[in-house]
């Protein structure tokens, strides 16, 4: 009898999925670029500070792995991943719209210099960020193990290609939406003026991404089947945690593959919490036209992506591409690093056009080989794992780069502004060069065999 196909998704579906995809790098520019100027240039915080509370949005990826077991094995309301995307999203967007007064109530705290409070403040902003990434992680593992569920094999890169271009194409028109909506905040440092225009776009941006996550997932998941659509193979939650966990160690690859993406998303995010400053205070740009830093690289990104996907990938194959795309992300880090030294505006946002045109490139090929690595058995707990990979060196990225900032600042390594940006950008490109080392030893055939294996161990032990 001829298996069922799993239920496709269409270039349309596909592109109104995405829109999740859009509203989590709208609020990426918000979190990482925004409020993290605000937090360093206008209030003042200290960049370890800054750094180490965006980072705790990032500690908590572990989860990830648990809530993609969750969703394989705990359906709620008759469905696997829906659910759980918009108990998530809800979780964020609250979450998002209180970051805004808290943040410039701790601006308060540091100006008065009363101590306890300002422990206390300092504890409930990083544990506010440790909840916004646990309602992150809550959405987007099980969102991602729904993008697997709804597709082919052969289909996959194709999907996950356009659904990628929509985080980037969210993180461009949120440094549109920033720069359009705070264009009256140019030159304003008064926390009290702000605060409450700061406030007002927190919480239309929240309501945005609520009402698009809705329409992205409407109708998106078919009801609870016991079995995988594909026929006989049985459903993910037929692997426990502990057995999916033993899959994960089966392969030394995976070892591999976790270490790349750990240095590959250092290499392009370290400088991540000192970007907009690096464009304030060497470069002397409004927090305008900082926010649009990102659409730059945004835009970088997006074109990256359509050329490794439709072009680069199918001639050159996954692994010499992405070796292509770490090879110029150390190149764009020296060029940003250079272009400091005399600061010319259009000549940084030409260099982080390119920059995240190198991005977008790795960001392609490296997407198609966590596919090549994920196991069908154990679809969310996998994508739990990468997705801690990613998450855990987004965290390091964000510590690492406010402490070396920090660092440049009390090492004797020049005058004026630019040295310590300079040891954040020197030390990234390092670590890019790091990940095309690591890259050298991704074997995906041989992590086929010995996931195969294990699992064939695993379903022998369970008839026993």
Same mark, same amino acid.
């Given at each position: 009898m001829a298996r069922p196909a799993r239920p496709g998704l269409s270039i349309p579906a596909t592109l109104r999925l995405g829109l999740f995809q859009g509203c989590l790098g709208c609020l990426a520019v918000i979190f990482s670029g925004l409020l993290n100027r605000v937090m360093l240039s206008e209030l003042g915080f200290p960049g370890l500070l800054v750094g180490g509370a965006l980072a705790f949005e990032q500690f908590v990826a572990p989860s990830r792995v648990l809530f993609g077991q969750i969703s394989d094995a705990h359906p709620l309301w008759g469905r696997r991943r829906v659910p759980y995307v918009l108990l998530g999203t809800?979780?964020?967007c609250l979450l998002a719209v209180l970051s805004v007064p808290l943040t410039f109530r701790l601006g308060r705290l540091f100006s008065a210099g009363s101590q306890p409070e300002l422990a206390?403040?300092?504890?409930g902003l990083c544990g506010l960020y440790a909840l916004y990434g646990l309602g992150v992680s809550l959405a987007a593992t099980p969102y991602l193990a729904l993008v697997i569920d709804r597709t082919e094999e052969q289909e996959r890169s194709r999907a996950v290609g356009i659904i990628w271009c929509m985080l980037t194409v969210g993180i461009v028109i949120g440094a549109i939406a920033i720069s359009l909506s705070l264009g009256s905040l140019d030159g304003v440092t008064d926390p009290a003026l702000l605060e409450p225009v700061l406030l007002r776009?927190?919480?239309?941006?929240?309501?945005?991404?609520?009402?698009?996550?809705?329409?992205?997932?409407?109708?998106m998941e078919p009801a609870r089947l016991d079995r995988d659509p594909s026929g006989d193979e049985p459903r993910d939650d037929s692997v426990t945690l502990p057995q999916a966990w033993a899959l994960i160690t089966s392969s030394r690859q995976v070892?591999?593959?976790? /270490?790349? &993406?750990? $240095? #590959?998303? !250092?290499?392009?995010?370290?400088?991540d919490p000192v970007l907009e400053s690096y464009g304030a205070q060497v470069f002397a740009m409004t927090i305008r036209d900082t926010t649009q830093l990102?659409?730059?690289?945004?835009?970088?990104?997006?074109?990256?992506?359509l050329m490794a996907g439709l072009w680069i990938v199918p001639?050159?194959?996954?692994l010499a591409t992405a070796r292509l795309g770490c090879q110029l992300i150390v190149a764009s880090l020296v060029l940003l690093l250079l272009c400091g030294l005399q600061p010319s505006v259009p000549l940084l946002? /030409?260099? &982080?056009? $390119? #920059?995240? !045109?190198s991005a977008g490139i790795a960001t392609n090929s490296a997407l198609c080989l966590m596919l090549d690595l994920t196991l069908p058995q154990a679809t969310g707990t996998f994508v739990g794992v990468w997705g801690l990979a990613q998450a855990l060196s987004r965290a390091m990225g964000k510590l690492i780069g406010g402490g070396l900032y920090d660092l440049g600042r009390l090492l004797p390594l020049g005058s004026g502004p630019y040295p310590p940006f300079a040891l954040v950008l020197g030390v990234e490109a390092l670590v890019a060069l790091a990940a095309l080392l690591a890259l050298e030893r991704v074997n995906v055939r041989q992590f086929r065999e010995d996931t195969d294996l294990g699992l064939r161990r695993i379903l022998a032990m369970e008839l026993e």
């Open positions: 809800a979780a964020f206390l403040g300092i504890a776009f927190m919480i239309v941006v929240a309501v945005v991404v609520w009402s698009l996550t809705l329409v992205a997932l409407w109708g070892l591999v593959f976790f /270490l790349f &993406l750990v $240095l #590959f998303t !250092l290499g392009l995010f370290l400088q990102n659409a730059f690289w945004g835009m970088g990104t997006l074109l990256g992506l001639r050159l194959g996954k946002k /030409l260099v &982080l056009l $390119l #920059f995240g !045109l």
